[in-house]
Every structure is written in structure tokens, then in C-alpha cells.
């Protein structure tokens, strides 16, 4: 399979094309994508400017940031079911912070829709 492979609710989702092993790729249907933008609180703000300074880990952000992963995941799953696709391979995360001063983040998804056979 894949560095990150995984099948849920009959739906292939991975990071590389699958080389016929177990799962093979049928028919390429498109380029899909899914974005999900969170916004960061105050609260979530000023325990982070502590962690700063005393280390360890913004657990706010790090949970702030897995549900906006999975949103936009769950977008482009939506977006290769409307193609007809029941996997999409090639999916790369990219995680942008939109404007220093507004604390926004974007966390896209992208992959190509894919028919498994």
C-alpha cells in the first residue's frame, strides 16, 4: 500500500499510486481537493505564547488542526464521489497560515479520484 493507506466505508484513500499489490487502480477520473480554514482564539493564543516559553505541546492547536485535517479530507472525499470514485491516490496535505495578524489557518487536500479494481 502506502505510507498513509488506509480503506474506510469502502473507500480507498492513499499517499502513492498502489503498485498491484492488494489494491490496483482501474480508471483516473480527476483532480480533487478539499480545504478546510481555522481560526485561531484567544484563549488557544495566550496558552500557546506559554508553551513558548516552558515547552511542550499547544494540545488546542494540535486538536484545532486534526479536525480542520479531517474536514478537508471528508470535502475531497465528497468531491471523488461525486465523480463516481471509490478511492483517491496521490493525496498531499499542505498547511498555510493565512495573514500574520488574523491567526487563520488553511489546511488543503489534494489527490487524484480513482475507480479501483
Do not use: C, H, Q
Not at 493507506?5 to 482501474?26: C, H, Y
Not at 482564539?41 to 494540545?59: E, K, L, P, Q, T
Request: charged content about 25%; proline content about 1%; hydrophobic content about 45%.
Amino acid at each position: 500500500m502506502g505510507w498513509f493507506s488506509k480503506t474506510e466505508e469502502g473507500f480507498f484513500l492513499s499517499t502513492v499510486i498502489p503498485n498491484g499489490e492488494g489494491a490496483r487502480v482501474e480508471r483516473f477520473l480527476g483532480v480533487v481537493n478539499g480545504v478546510a480554514i481555522i481560526g485561531a482564539n484567544i484563549f488557544r493564543d495566550m496558552f500557546s505564547s506559554i508553551r513558548d516559553v516552558v515547552g511542550g505541546r499547544a494540545g488546542g492547536y494540535e486538536r484545532a488542526l486534526s479536525g480542520a485535517r479531517d474536514a478537508a479530507l471528508e470535502d475531497m472525499i465528497e468531491s471523488a464521489r461525486e465523480l463516481g470514485a471509490d478511492g483517491v491516490v496521490g493525496i498531499d496535505f499542505d498547511y498555510e497560515v493565512l495573514g500574520e495578524a488574523n491567526g487563520m489557518m488553511m489546511v488543503a487536500v489534494s489527490g487524484t479520484a480513482v475507480k479501483m479494481g
